[in-house]
């Protein structure tokens, strides 16, 4: 056997702000250390928020005073890359020895992006993948990201690499991650509704992987005693449902619900191969004489000076 323990942690933004958040991710490093965790999941925007329920004071054709100060709060609170709160993180990475997958809101420039970043325990922060395409309202806060971070990792453990939400409905971006023989797949997301359990089962199915998806738990302000302007202290709560998935679609752990907590599987990577002898969706069950799928990887910029 080729045993891997791969790991949700199901926690949620604080909503004092990522240095609160950042220090009770950090408070779970016993933990993830003892459990033994070869990889380990975090949910979508955990540092930096996902604003569920903020409208940022926009309407059809115009934007409100108070929408612009809402969203200079969220730009202040968010990261940048790298920056002090990815070397904390790659710091966790190497004591306890774990590859880490985090869902951040970036900061480049004046444009948020909603990414996943990747740390290594020997080399820290080792990659990043950005949302390519936000959802619905979304789209008022987060940039969309190109080809370039469409990537898989590379590790002793096997090749892992992250779809955000509802990113993991685009067929053909899973297309693309499947042509990379991925054998992690790590869905960061705010999405605790049955349904997305079912697409999360599917992936593992389809793809013939292993699949883990982390999803926020996250109380009102108002539950944890904390008043903090422009936040709607009425906002529905993010119930969780991390879980983990094998290669048959079958759930080896989870769904947890309305509890932080780790969710944890170990699993035999040989396993991977036995699951792809009757489906392997970019080998010989594809038919490239019939169809075919062109990515464009290239770095998009809207300016280039030449010299």
């Given at each position: ?8 942690l ?6 004092a ?9 950090l ?30 004071g ?5 934007r ?7 969203f ?24 306890t ?9 970036e ?12 740390f ?79 697409t ?7 793809g ?23 936040w ?13 998935v ?16 780790l ?16 489906l ?9 004489d ?18």
């Amino acid at each position: 056997m080729n045993k891997t323990t791969i790991a949700a942690l199901q926690i949620g933004s604080h909503p004092a702000g990522k240095a609160a958040t950042l220090a009770h991710l950090l408070s779970y490093e016993a933990r993830i250390r003892d459990a033994g965790i070869d990889l380990l999941v975090l949910p979508e925007a955990l540092l930096g928020g996902y604003p569920k329920g903020e409208i940022f004071g926009t309407h059809l054709g115009y934007r409100l005073a108070a929408g612009r100060e809402a969203f200079a709060r969220y730009v202040a609170n968010a990261i940048e890359v790298p920056g002090a709160e990815t070397d904390e993180l790659a710091g966790l990475a190497q004591r306890t020895g774990a590859h880490l997958v985090v869902g951040v809101i970036e900061r480049d420039g004046n444009t948020l992006y909603c990414s996943a970043l990747y740390f290594s325990p020997e080399s820290g922060l080792c990659g990043k993948h950005r949302k390519l395409m936000p959802t619905g309202t979304e789209r008022l806060i987060w940039g969309q990201g190109d080809g370039s971070t469409l990537d898989v990792q590379h590790s002793p453990i096997g090749r892992f690499g992250a779809a955000i939400c509802w990113e993991n409905q685009m067929p053909l971006l899973r297309m693309a991650m499947y042509a990379k023989g991925i054998d992690f797949w790590c869905a960061p997301t705010v999405d605790e509704r049955e349904i997305w359990q079912s697409t999360i089962r599917h992936i593992a199915h389809e793809g013939r992987l292993f699949a883990i998806t982390a999803c926020q738990v996250q109380p009102s302000p108002a539950d944890l005693g904390i008043e903090v302007p422009g936040w709607e202290t009425a906002r529905p709560l993010i119930r969780g449902n991390s879980m983990i998935v094998g290669p048959y679609g079958d759930i080896l752990a989870g769904p947890l619900r309305d509890a932080e907590g780790l969710v944890v599987a170990e699993v035999d990577r040989d396993e991977l191969v036995r699951a792809r002898y009757d489906l392997d969706v970019c080998g010989h069950y594809a038919r490239p004489d019939v169809f075919a799928l062109t990515v464009d990887e290239r770095p998009k910029v809207s300016v280039t000076t030449l010299r």
